[in-house]
């Protein structure tokens, strides 16, 4: 079962990985989804008070999921992670608001160097953040998949949030771990550099790596492209009216490949 939802719908970019091993892994994910679709207004920025809105409504939404069987009470839940793009307020202009809870990730690309901006809610990652253990040894970790948190956990859900000015040209990677854990950075970053012949474009390339490396996992990817205003403006005043100007690729499949590429519940 595909337990991945995603939403790519200006002016957010999110992908939600239900649990796995949870209860209903695959509604609390389409859950988060529906629910940002019902906070946040299509097709212009919104605020980063609508987003922490929907963070937090989603997770009550989700927790309304969970409850009691013969094996007692089952937890539903689900990561999510994204980018919006928000009016940040008092003149300070257009942001990429990043936003994470759980493993899913979210990168930038500035044609170059691939950076993971957000931090994964895991428990190897905070083994890493200890010294107990490096990065490599963490991907073969078996507590690898045990993440620290989630949406439906908890009474109250602790998101991770970063703004990021919005100017000139910049790409964000939005995905599952069905990518990162398959695909690494070196190859992720040569793929986003080269000129995709795929029908599904950088995002569907990506799928297809993360696929030819076994695909253990449900993949989502978006890919989402941004220019706003001139690279050369030194008056960082003077921007583009964003509505129209940014554009993703999505694809998404299950761990067996079976599925369509876009095959995701809605």
């Known amino acids: 079962m595909n337990e991945d939802s995603y939403l790519a719908e200006a002016p957010v970019y999110l992908v939600a990985d239900g649990m ?20 946040i207004e299509a097709g212009r920025p ?42 940040a307020g008092e003149g300070t202009g257009f942001h990429w608001m990043v936003f994470n809870i759980g493993d899913s990730r979210v990168y930038s690309w500035d044609g170059r160097t691939l950076e993971q901006l957000s931090v994964d809610h895991s428990a190897v990652q905070e083994l890493v953040d200890a010294g107990l253990i490096s990065a490599d040894e963490a991907e073969r970790h078996p507590d690898r998949n ?46 986003l550099a080269g000129d995709t012949g795929h029908a599904a474009g950088l995002a569907g390339e990506l799928v297809d790596a993360a696929l030819d490396h076994g695909g253990r996992d449900n993949i989502t990817v978006i890919v989402v492209e ?12 003077t921007r583009d009216r964003p509505d129209g100007l940014t554009r993703s690729a999505e694809d998404t499949t299950p761990r067996t490949g079976g599925g369509e590429h876009g095959d995701v519940p809605a």
């Not at 941004?226 to 030194?234: A, F, R």
């Open 146 to 191: 045990v993440i620290t948190r989630a949406i439906g956990a908890d009474d109250v859900v602790d998101p991770d949030v970063w703004l990021i000015p919005a100017t000139g040209r910049q790409v964000f990677l939005v995905c599952s771990d069905g990518l990162s854990k398959e695909v690494d950075d070196v190859r992720l970053a040569h793929i």
């Open 46 to 87: 919104t605020s980063p008070e609508q987003v922490l809105d929907a963070i937090h409504t989603s997770n009550d939404a989700v927790r309304a999921l969970s409850g009691e069987g013969e094996e007692g009470t089952a937890v539903a839940g689900t990561t999510l992670t994204g980018v919006a793009l928000v009016d």
């Open 226 to 237: 941004s220019e706003l205003g001139s690279t050369g403006d030194d008056d960082e005043t």
């Open 20 to 39: 796995g091993g949870h209860a209903r892994g695959d509604v609390a994910s389409r859950t988060v989804v529906e629910t940002f679709r019902r906070h």
